[in-house]
């Protein structure tokens, strides 16, 4: 059965690095999603896309955030600048259309030290 | 704005036992789905079970069933016979573009 890849599982990183947290989304689906759950604390959606643009992103998705489909296949995540509120497991979830269910990632834990 | 709201923290039953799990959301749209995931502590986000909004019989998936009642807009999960593995964290979800999360239902199965 088709399912979403991430890696790393697990990123250790120091305040101030970039990181970049890799996707494979399930390879005939269209749509693209970042959510991160800080430990404790409720999933929160981040960014979306679609069509090779970023159709939709909260308040949490500053200037610190991009998004990228390189090539095709990989969805990344980058993160220019890590602060410590950074610290989250980040989940990865494509869709084939728009009202269909996401499937999800196992997820990046992110720990910035 | 859409919200969803699980108003029990934490929940426990004996094993074997049937368990209900709340959620109600607020949104002014018609059609949507709403779903039920669970987060076991590996922390992977597992689906258990859809409910498209425009279908009235509600959605059953072996030992999960929930009762949707959109008029009240409340969409709850019941966990029949409940087993030692479905200990988890419980996330209702309802989307009609991306996914707006509860804050989560912690739980426990006493043996």
């Known amino acids: 059965e088709p399912e979403v890849t991430q890696t790393p599982s697990h990123q250790v990183t120091q305040m101030g690095q970039e990181v970049i947290l890799r996707c494979v989304p399930i390879?005939?689906?269209?749509?693209f999603y970042w959510y991160r759950q800080i430990l404790g604390q409720k999933v929160e959606f981040l960014v979306s896309?679609?069509?090779?643009?970023?159709?939709?992103k909260s308040e949490i998705f500053d200037d610190q955030f991009s998004v990228e489909r390189p090539d095709g296949s990989n969805f990344t995540l980058k993160i220019r600048s890590t602060k410590l509120e950074d610290s989250a497991m980040y989940f990865c979830?494509?869709?084939?259309?728009?009202?269909?269910?996401?499937?999800f990632g196992p997820g990046t834990r992110l720990t910035v030290l | 704005a859409q919200t969803v709201t699980q108003s029990q923290p934490e929940m426990s039953v004996q094993e074997a036992e049937t368990v209900t799990l709340s959620c109600t959301y607020d949104?002014?749209?018609?059609?949507?789905?709403l779903f039920w995931y669970k987060q076991p502590p590996s922390r992977q986000m597992i689906l258990v079970i859809r409910q498209e909004a425009y279908k009235q019989q509600n959605a059953t998936e072996n030992r999960f069933s929930v009762n949707f009642q959109k008029a009240a807009k409340s969409f709850s999960l019941k966990i029949s016979d409940s087993q030692l593995g479905d200990a988890a964290m419980y996330f209702c979800a309802y989307s009609n573009y991306q996914l707006i999360w509860g804050a989560g239902t912690k739980l426990i199965i006493k043996p």
């Open positions: 390879s005939n689906h269209l749509y």
């Open positions: 979830a494509s869709k084939a259309s728009l009202y269909n269910e996401q499937f």
């Open positions: 896309f679609y069509n090779n643009e970023i159709s939709e």
């Open positions: 949104t002014s749209e018609s059609d949507y789905y």
